[in-house]
Each structure stands twice: as structure tokens, then as C-alpha cells.
């Protein structure tokens, strides 16, 4: 159990987040990202499950319980993370992955580039957080296909072009243009 540990965490990890917001034009989203893991049922496992700061919690409470009641909790009342975008399709009644709304996108950018720097510290570059992206296909397989593009999209752009360049596109994206091409590249890769 590592209450102040594991309060340290969230808050750094908000901080940065916050920061990465105001940049990307959704200074709101920043200054309430994560509040649930204030909540009892997000932040007891949290910190009985503290893992130092550079692991998630949620792996060791996988671990030893079998699931991660806290991420369970999480992901379905935070809509920046695409695990919350399933609905059941009117067509095929499977559940489907749902196109993310573009405020949600970009907050789920921010999130992304945020646990990167967090977690590589001094290894952290402007390729990290695609680096991991990549590194997760089989996640990528599961997201919609026009929200893993334009994700792809923005980290590739992070990687080769830096920050100022990247927020400054992202404050400018109103709405999630779909790319025939690559989402349907994306979609065939996965099918
Ligand atoms: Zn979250
Ligand atoms: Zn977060
Ligand atoms: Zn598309």
C-alpha cells in the first residue's frame, strides 16, 4: 500500500496531460482528465497495488486477482480512451468498436504522449509514443479503423516534425476526416 506514491503519480501524470491539452486547444478536457481515479473503487487498487511509478498498478492487480477492477472502472466512464468505444452494432448486433469524437481523439493523443515521457524518462523521444502504438497491433486491430488512422496520423507527424508543429495541426483538426485509402489499408491489414 503506497497512498502518497501513488497520489504523486496521478497528479504528475495530470499535470503533464493538462499541460499537453492546453496545447492541443481543449483546455477543459486537461483540467479534468482522470478525475475518476480520485474515486475509491480507481484509487484503493491504485495505490494497494502501487508498482514504483514506472509500471502500471493495473498489470500487478491483473496479476494477482485475474482482471483490474480499477481500469474496468476507468474505461468506461472516460471516453479519451478507446476501449470505452464499443456499442453494439444495429446491423450485425455484435459489439463493434464506434468512431472516437474528435475532442476525445485528441485528449486520448495528449494521454498517450504524456504516460510516454512518464514512463521512458530520460529515454523519452518524439518517437516514443509511437514506438508504442506500433508496438501494440493487436490493440490497433480492435480500435476503429478511421481513429487508429488519424492516431497513426498525429504520432507519425510527433515522431518526425516535433511538438509545436504536431499541437499546432491538432488545435486546427475540427472533425476526424476520414482517408479512404489508409483506413481501408488499416481495415484489410486487420480484417
Ligand atoms: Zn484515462
Ligand atoms: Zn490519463
Ligand atoms: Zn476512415
Redesign the pocket.
Known amino acids: 500500500m503506497n497512498i502518497l506514491g501513488h497520489l504523486e503519480t496521478v497528479t504528475r501524470h495530470r499535470t503533464l496531460v493538462m499541460k499537453h491539452c492546453f496545447l492541443a486547444g481543449i483546455p477543459f478536457r486537461g483540467l479534468v482528465?482522470?478525475l475518476s481515479k480520485f474515486s475509491p473503487t480507481e484509487f484503493l487498487p491504485g495505490a494497494k497495488f502501487y508498482a514504483d511509478g514506472k509500471r502500471s498498478p493495473n498489470e500487478r492487480e491483473r496479476e494477482e486477482t485475474g482482471y483490474s477492477a480499477a481500469w474496468m472502472h476507468?474505461k468506461g466512464r472516460?471516453p479519451?480512451?478507446w476501449e470505452y468505444w464499443f456499442d453494439v452494432s444495429p446491423q450485425t448486433h455484435r459489439y463493434e468498436p464506434v468512431r472516437m469524437p474528435i475532442d476525445c481523439l485528441k485528449e486520448s493523443f495528449c494521454?498517450r504522449v504524456a504516460a510516454s515521457k512518464i514512463y521512458q524518462g530520460e529515454r523519452y523521444t518524439d518517437a516514443s509514443a509511437l514506438e508504442y502504438f506500433r508496438s501494440k497491433k493487436q490493440m490497433e486491430s480492435l480500435m476503429h479503423p478511421c481513429t487508429a488512422c488519424i492516431l497513426g496520423r498525429w504520432l507519425e507527424m510527433l515522431a518526425r516534425d516535433g511538438e509545436e508543429k504536431t499541437f499546432a495541426r491538432i488545435r486546427r483538426t475540427r472533425e476526424i476526416e476520414c482517408h479512404p485509402e489508409t483506413c481501408e489499408r488499416v481495415r484489410a491489414r486487420f480484417g
Do not use: L, V
Request: proline fraction near 0%; avoid cysteine; aromatic fraction near 0%.
Open positions: 482528465h482522470d476507468h472516460n479519451h480512451h494521454d
